[in-house]
């Protein structure tokens, strides 16, 4: 059974850090695409970033690009958002999601077929 859990999420000032995880469990994460996605209050859930399975080719969402690091350890099954200068437009509630493809992978949420519970991060002074 596929199942990711989120963790990491916190309150943290404008320009602080944050790294969430997203561990893994019922498959092997390089065989799969695993997205993260946030959803803020009253807006659409959007994709920021991405990973494919086999190939570890990473895409970002044009604003969190050079802030934010996608990276993934198989060891431990687990998938990291290093996030970084965070600023009060990134609070939401962050997801990783996957989907059972080796190649490639989407910034768009329909394409993933499993869920994590989300976590939250408010980015406040």
């Known amino acids: 059974q596929v199942q990711l859990v989120e963790s990491g999420g916190g309150l943290v000032q404008p320009g602080g850090s944050l790294r969430l995880s997203c561990a893994a469990s019922?498959?092997?994460?390089?065989?799969?695409?695993i997205g993260w996605f946030r959803q803020a209050p009253g807006k659409e859930r959007e994709g920021i970033s991405c990973?494919?399975?086999?190939?570890?080719?990473?895409y970002y969402k044009g604003s969190v690009k050079g802030r934010f690091t996608i990276s993934r350890d198989n060891t431990k099954n687990t998938v990291y958002l290093q996030m970084n200068d965070l600023k009060p437009e990134d609070t939401a509630v962050y997801y990783c999601?996957?989907?059972?493809?080796?190649?490639?992978?989407?910034?768009?949420?329909?394409?993933?077929?499993?869920w994590g519970q989300g976590t939250q991060v408010t980015v406040s002074a």
């Open positions: 019922g498959f092997n994460l390089d065989k799969y695409a």
């Open positions: 990973l494919s399975g086999s190939e570890g080719t990473t």
């Open positions: 999601a996957t989907k059972a493809v080796i190649a490639g992978c989407l910034l768009s949420w329909s394409f993933y077929d499993d």
